[in-house]
C-alpha cells in the first residue's frame, strides 16, 4: 500500500537509471512558415525523420522577440503569433547532428537554445521492452 508521502514502487526499480544528455529548444512564432508549412511542424517532421528520441510543440500563452511586441492568447488581444517551443531531448551526439537540418528553419528569427540535463529513467525503457536499440527505431511510427 502506498501512503501519500511513500513512494510507489512497485512496477519500478528501486534505483533509477540517469544518462546525460542535450535539451534542444527551439523558440519559433506561431505564425512562422517554411513553404507553407508552419516551422514548428517542419522541425517536428525533421526530427523524426533524423530518428531523435521525441520533439514536443508547446505553445505560450503570451511573449515576446526581437520585434518587442507583446504577443497574447487572451481574448482581446486576438494575436496569431503566440510563441511556440520545439523541445527535443536526445544524446549530444544526436543533438549537434541535428543543428545543420534545422538551421534554414530558424535563420529569419527563431531562437536556438541548448541545455545539459539527465534523462531520469524508471523501470523499464520502451526501447528495452520492444527489443528497440539505438538505429534501429520504427521510422514508420
Known amino acids: 500500500m502506498t501512503t501519500p508521502n511513500t513512494p510507489n514502487t512497485s512496477n519500478t ?25 508552419p ?3 517542419e522541425i517536428v517532421h525533421r ?4 530518428g531523435l528520441s521525441g520533439a514536443s510543440v508547446l505553445r505560450g500563452i503570451e511573449g ?11 481574448l482581446l ?8 517551443a520545439v523541445v527535443i ?7 549537434r547532428a541535428f ?11 527563431g531562437r536556438v537554445v541548448l541545455d545539459e540535463c539527465e ?11 520492444t527489443g528497440e536499440r539505438d538505429g534501429e527505431r520504427d521510422r514508420d511510427r
Open 99 to 109: 543543428l545543420p537540418l534545422i538551421a534554414e528553419l530558424v535563420a529569419d528569427g
Open 13 to 37: 526499480s528501486s534505483t533509477p537509471r540517469t544518462e546525460r544528455a542535450l535539451r534542444l529548444t527551439v523558440l519559433v512564432g506561431e505564425s512562422d512558415v517554411w513553404h507553407h508549412r
Open 47 to 50: 526530427a523524426h525523420r533524423a
Open 39 to 41: 516551422v514548428f511542424t
Open 119 to 129: 534523462i531520469v529513467r524508471f523501470g523499464t525503457d520502451d526501447r528495452e521492452r
Open 64 to 74: 515576446f522577440g526581437a520585434s518587442s511586441m507583446i504577443h497574447t492568447q487572451r
Open 89 to 95: 531531448v536526445d544524446t549530444e551526439e544526436r543533438v
Open 77 to 84: 488581444s486576438l494575436s496569431e503569433d503566440l510563441p511556440v
